[in-house]
């Protein structure tokens, strides 16, 4: 089997649709299992959300200059640059496409008319399954325990994000830097690195035994960071 590597691109034909789809992390949702995402053409191709909209809500922040996706309700999703394309997971292009259709004041009908296709027709699960026949050669059932796993993962932390979110606003927090340096105080704590260092970490050491990093699959991070957010609020 040939290895995966970041920034790999594929065309994939979806439910008679063709998708460029990029790998993320070779072993994003765990050893061989990648995690993939497309760019804002993909969006606009087969969600009708344009480009120039897109691209508008693209933001950086300047202290790490870490890219993420800041849609009309105030909401961020991650960005990651793979050479000249901006990346976004494609279970987080799901979340952008349901949080613009909640704020339809934001985007003319047309645009919210497709939306409303793209959320009728897509999968998550099957997408990555697709994805893994074409990359791996095949989709097993491993593969899709764990692809259930961490999308569990990902819907059960979002009402404990949104705890947190209110936990921060009630801070104080108004502008997005101010949550970007929350977000930085946790992986500080877990990691003793900002998310933009262990991110430039975990690229270049990637393989050594030393390095943690190594041996955490995607799930496991997301269920650590989520659980230092919940012991925030209730240390707090």
């Keep these: 089997m040939a290895e995966v590597k970041r920034g790999e691109r594929i065309s994939l034909l979806y439910e008679s ?14 050893k061989g299992r990648p995690s993939i995402g497309f760019g804002l053409t993909m969006m ?3 969600g009708s959300l ?41 279970s987080d292009w799901v979340a952008v496409a349901s949080d613009v259709l909640k704020n339809p004041g934001k985007v ?10 793209f959320l009728g027709w ?8 697709d994805t893994y026949a074409v990359l791996k050669g095949s989709y097993t059932e491993a593969d899709s325990r764990a692809v259930s796993a961490w999308m569990q993962v990902r819907l059960s932390g ?26 930085d105080y946790v992986y500080q704590a ?12 975990w690229d270049l050491v990637e393989g050594d035994r ?6 955490i699959s995607q799930i496991e991070g997301l269920e650590a960071v989520a659980y230092c957010e919940k012991q925030v609020i209730e240390l707090f």
């Excluded at 003319?108 to 296709?117: F, S, V, Y």
Aim: hydrophobic share 30%; aromatic share 14%; net charge neutral.
């Design 17 to 30: 649709r063709e998708f460029e789809v990029i790998v993320i992390d070779p072993n994003g949702l765990g």
């Design 44 to 46: 606009e191709r087969y």
């Design 50 to 90: 344009p480009q120039s909209t897109s691209s508008q809500w693209v933001e950086t922040h300047p202290n790490n200059e870490q890219k993420f996706l800041k849609v009309p309700s105030g909401k961020t999703f991650e960005v990651i640059q793979i050479n000249d394309y901006l990346v976004v997971e494609v």
């Design 108 to 117: 003319r009908k047309p645009t919210r008319d497709g939306l409303i296709d």
């Design 122 to 129: 897509f999968a998550v699960k099957g997408f990555y399954a």
């Design 158 to 183: 979002i009402s404990g994000r949104n705890k947190y979110t209110k936990f921060l606003q009630e801070q104080g927090c108004e502008e997005w830097y101010e949550y970007a340096n929350w977000t």
């Design 190 to 201: 877990l990691f003793g690195m900002k998310k933009k260092q262990i991110v430039e970490v």
């Design 210 to 215: 030393n390095i943690g990093r190594n041996y």
